[in-house]
């Protein structure tokens, strides 16, 4: 039998502050830390999910994550069990990398179903410095999650900006 698909919930805020299972990270490929939502989760987690990021440099991903896989390490000091790290292409009006995207949120749920998580919250993956189109990355979010197989009980999009949320809620509601 299917399971029931996640309900999508919108929150306009930090995603750092979320008390859910697993946080998604929008990382760079080096899992090293960076900017945006990226240096956010490193700076708030603390030294322990880049202990653990390091950890998986030195093994599984010498050369880095692969766009649109996902991994899990410790949440540190968040409010969450886990982060879930997930490598967002970067918006090509020549090519389209669409399915990479829609790769990030089903690779991070397949992840979450592994760890046995119920609440996961996304960020708008690959929307900031990857330059994505706001709209374009909200229908590609909203309908891959709706369309996943997946155990998650709760999908929470959480959006800084007012634009990003009124994107999104174009598309849940």
């Known amino acids: 039998m299917t399971p029931p698909h996640p309900s999508l919930t919108l929150v306009r805020g930090d995603i750092t502050e979320q008390r859910v299972d697993a946080i998604v990270n929008a990382a760079n490929s080096s899992l090293l ?7 956010a989760i ?56 669409s399915p990479l995207l829609a790769s990030c949120y089903r690779e991070s749920l397949r992840v979450a179903d592994e760890l046995g998580a119920r609440t996961v919250a996304f960020p708008a993956v690959s929307t900031g410095i990857y330059g994505w189109p706001m709209e374009d990355g909200a229908r590609i979010a909203v309908e891959t999650v709706r369309a996943a197989d997946t155990r998650v009980e709760e999908v929470r999009f959480v959006l800084f900006g007012a634009g990003a949320y009124t994107a999104f809620a174009s598309w849940v509601e």
Do not use: N, Q
């Open 42 to 97: 490193h700076r708030r987690g603390g030294p322990d999910i880049l202990a653990e990021c390091r950890a998986l440099r030195a093994g599984h991903y010498g050369r880095g994550l692969p766009t649109g896989a996902a991994v899990a390490t410790t949440a540190g000091r968040l409010p969450a069990r886990w982060v879930i790290h997930t490598v967002g292409p970067r918006y090509s009006p020549e090519e389209d990398r």
């Open 33 to 39: 830390g960076g900017g945006g939502v990226d240096g």
